[in-house]
């Protein structure tokens, strides 16, 4: 924009933009997420985007719900996400 451009950075995987395998490949990529996190709390995944939740009753909920998240930290940790 005005003659300025973002900086180059290197991409190490990627899928071109107008695939039509990327959604179907997005899905078996995170197909394991509901298993990273379902011991703990609920989670809901709908095309590109992922829910995880749980009823927050009392301190215990709130420490598995954080158990869930750091699950979901070490997930996508290991897959570079």
């Known amino acids: 924009m005005n003659n300025e451009f973002s900086a180059w950075h290197c991409v190490i995987s990627d899928i071109t933009q107008c695939s039509v395998l990327r959604p179907l490949l997005f899905v ?3 197909n394991d ?14 095309a590109d985007d992922a829910k995880l939740f749980k009823h927050v009753g009392s301190a215990e ?3 598995v719900l954080q158990r869930s998240c750091d699950r979901l930290f070490q997930w996508s940790n290991q897959w570079l996400l």
Request: proline fraction near 5%; aromatic fraction near 20%.
């Open 61 to 63: 909920d709130s420490a």
């Open 33 to 46: 997420l509901p298993d990273a996190c379902s011991d703990f709390a609920e989670i809901f995944l709908f």
């Open 28 to 30: 078996i990529f995170i």
